[in-house]
């Protein structure tokens, strides 16, 4: 019986590089097979804005109910979300959402290093694909993966990654149990809507 080798880092890496636009890039990652396929409901594959804007937002691992769904930021989170970008004249419509994992971990503990590796290619080919002029990060995870700084320490402070601006900021489900910073993700948001007009 011919072994079977284990997927590595090179193995997604080379599957990531294979598709040269989003709706083939879209159909690799539902069809790729990481490890945390064998315990998540779904694949939660990026929301490709039909009319973007430039803004690309990257959250951290889906939620329970991204993994019932299939659909990134659903539920509490997502209508959150959808109130945030709105309060800055955006919808789903013009803005791509992305999670740096697509599979959502047993009970939602923290992803290994290995697992965020064996997704961080697709992650990496999108953010190329999509050519956003602003990253914003939602969440702890997003924050030090993306834009290599902690958040708590780094909320609204603009990096540059690539030469490109990235703004971590607060996820909706840390608002909805901390309403008091909400004001300063406001001011995180404000400063991506004017830098979004300026760029």
């Given at each position: 019986?011919?072994?079977?080798?284990?997927?590595?880092?090179?193995?997604a890496a080379a599957a990531a590089a294979r598709p040269t636009d989003t709706g083939a890039m879209l159909r690799?990652?539902?069809?790729?097979?990481?490890?945390?396929?064998?315990?998540?409901?779904?694949?939660?594959?990026?929301?490709?804005?039909?009319?973007?804007?430039?803004?690309?937002?990257?959250?951290?691992?889906?939620?329970?109910?991204?993994?019932?769904?299939?659909?990134?930021?659903?539920?509490?989170?997502?209508?959150?979300?959808?109130?945030?970008?709105?309060?800055?004249?955006?919808?789903?419509?013009?803005?791509?959402?992305?999670?740096?994992?697509?599979?959502?971990?047993?009970?939602?503990?923290?992803?290994?290093?290995?697992?965020?590796?064996?997704?961080?290619?697709?992650?990496?080919?999108?953010?190329?694909?999509?050519?956003?002029?602003?990253?914003?990060?939602?969440?702890?995870?997003?924050?030090?993966?993306?834009?290599?700084?902690?958040?708590?320490?780094?909320?609204?402070?603009?990096?540059?990654?690539?030469?490109?601006?990235?703004?971590?900021?607060?996820?909706?489900?840390?608002?909805?149990?901390?309403?008091?910073?909400?004001?300063?993700?406001?001011?995180?948001?404000?400063?991506?809507?004017?830098?979004?007009?300026?760029?």
């Amino acid at each position: 019986m011919p072994r079977i080798a284990p997927l590595s880092v090179e193995t997604a890496a080379a599957a990531a590089a294979r598709p040269t636009d989003t709706g083939a890039m879209l159909r690799m990652i539902s069809e790729f097979n990481h490890p945390l396929r064998a315990t998540a409901h779904n694949t939660v594959v990026p929301h490709v804005a039909p009319a973007p804007n430039g803004l690309l937002i990257i959250t951290d691992i889906p939620g329970a109910e991204d993994d019932a769904s299939g659909r990134i930021l659903s539920g509490a989170a997502g209508e959150l979300l959808d109130k945030m970008i709105g309060a800055i004249g955006m919808t789903r419509e013009n803005v791509s959402i992305m999670p740096i994992l697509f599979w959502r971990t047993p009970g939602g503990r923290a992803p290994t290093q290995g697992e965020l590796a064996l997704g961080r290619p697709f992650v990496d080919k999108m953010i190329e694909l999509l050519k956003p002029r602003v990253i914003i990060t939602m969440g702890t995870l997003a924050a030090t993966e993306i834009a290599h700084v902690d958040l708590a320490k780094n909320h609204g402070a603009i990096q540059e990654i690539d030469g490109r601006p990235v703004m971590p900021i607060f996820h909706p489900n840390y608002l909805l149990l901390k309403p008091a910073a909400k004001r300063d993700a406001w001011n995180a948001l404000q400063a991506v809507q004017n830098m979004l007009k300026n760029a």
